[in-house]
């Protein structure tokens, strides 16, 4: 059984950094594209970024700057390192990644941002 394992999230200060890491723990063939969301209380999940096999990127406009998503394909890993973070990036952050027929999805990692 395919399972995504994220870590990396915590509690951190405004301005401070965090990277987010998540491997699949089986194997999952003709992995496409990989991506980061987050989902903050009472709204929607949104895209914060995703990155192909041949690596172009998306950012969602309010993080472009501060993170940078990344992936090792060998280890079938993604990673989004976040720098400036804000209380506004409080949320719980999901990876995904797209299989052949379907999409995984991890459990969630907590990242908190104080004043």
């Known amino acids: 059984q395919v399972q995504l394992v994220e870590s990396g999230g915590g509690l951190v200060q405004a301005g401070g950094s965090l990277r987010l890491s998540c491997a699949a723990s089986?194997?999952?063939?003709?992995?496409?594209?990989m991506g980061w969301y987050r989902q903050a209380p009472e709204k929607q999940r949104e895209l914060v970024a995703s990155?192909?096999?041949?690596?172009?990127?998306y950012y969602l406009a309010s993080v472009k700057g501060r993170f940078t998503i990344s992936r090792d394909n060998a280890k079938n890993t993604v990673y989004l390192q976040m720098n400036s973070l804000k209380p506004e990036d409080t949320a719980v952050y999901y990876c995904?990644?797209?299989?052949?027929?379907?999409?995984?999805w991890g459990k969630g990692t907590l990242v908190t941002v104080s004043s």
């Open positions: 995904q990644m797209e299989g052949t027929v379907i999409n995984y």
């Open positions: 990155i192909t096999r041949g690596g172009n990127t």
């Open positions: 089986g194997t999952i063939f003709n992995i496409g594209a």
